[in-house]
């Protein structure tokens, strides 16, 4: 068995890389925070170890360079690899990239060694990828599960990491995601059962009384993602309206929980959710109250405006795309000719995506095609005009007051975002809707 000296400090990123080379290539991982520690394990002889992995400075010294000299000095023919963020002594010591996804560390480390991972089937294309945190909800695998192992110029591998029967460690499957792993993947026969069992058992958990509010939140915003997922994977599946129903409703439920917004927003900041599901929660309360404030308001356009809060944004995967306000915002974030359709176009699609929703609410898939202001659901409107539904300006002014909160809140006062909501949107239409606002408290 290979032997490798992993140096550095004891964090996720480097347990996550000592555990993958323990499961993966069976390499035994010697874990050493200090260089004196190193120092004295190498008195053992050039052989008791054959890769030596610096993850990152110890104590703020040149960790990789402390190791290189001392094994000149004793003539020990140890390859010695950096990943420390500092570049000194590159020109002699191999470097490597951290900021990666471990399963590429893994590999170039296979390469280093010369070892080839325990290949279920070199040439099986019928893996199937599996968002990681569908595993979060699971207690037991009960799928043979894969890490693809990429390959440069090779077919990629698979690897065996978590066989059916295996009783599931949380903590593993979260470390794996923190570093940037998305995905596990199945054989292609297991998908659908693995899916649909899933599916159950998070709705279950959704349907359950959750007494703790940290925890619903972290439920829903994972629950959130994997219907965004499949969505864009699978497309409408009943799965996916089954999820979506189960985590509208708790949505819901938050609103009605919460009586003063000040509450939610303590809820909401004091926990590590997205900017997408804080804005996606708080523009549902925000629209549930100015309905509630109208005189043609009703309980069918709450829910009508909560299913658009839901799938709005949908397509789009990451808070910087969802922070993105007009079409200037665009420009400026410099992106490739790819993600920069998925924004200009995200409101379109979502109409697309959500009208094969059985008994979609009548006319929530224009609501969500112009929730930029733009009829076509192209890119942002400049101006507001007087031609979108009355139920879409509401959206439209709900969700900028949300913006307003998550930029804003703590310096800003009820009565200067309505002042702001005036000058961006300055027609009589919307500031009707506005003044509904008036009577609501932080
Ligand atoms: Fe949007």
Redesign the pocket.
Known sequence: MKKVLFVGKNSQFNNAISLNLDVILKIEVVFKAKIEDVVEYLKGGAEVVDLIIVANMVNEKHTAVEIYKHLQTYQMEVPLVSMEKDNIGEKVIRRMVPDRPVEEIISEIAEILKITPEVEDEFTPEFFPIPIKYYYFIDEIFVHTYIRIKKENNPDHYVMRFRKGDMYIKGDIKKYYEKGVSYFYVKHNDRLYFVNEVTDRIINKLQSELADDSEKLALLEDCNDIVSGLLLTRGMSEETVKLAKASMKKMEEIVHTFPKLGDLMKLLLDNPTSFRFRRTQLTTYVAFHIVANMEWGSTEQQEKLAFVAYF??IT?QCDKY?MIKNNEGVIAANLNQFDEQTIVY??RK?AELVRDYPRLPIGADTIILR??GTMSGRGFAKTFSNNLEPLTVVFLIA?AYANYLLEYYGDITNEEIMTELNIDFPKSQYRRIIKTLANFEF
């Open positions: 709005h944004d789009l969802a995200h409101a979502a929730h930029h969700e």
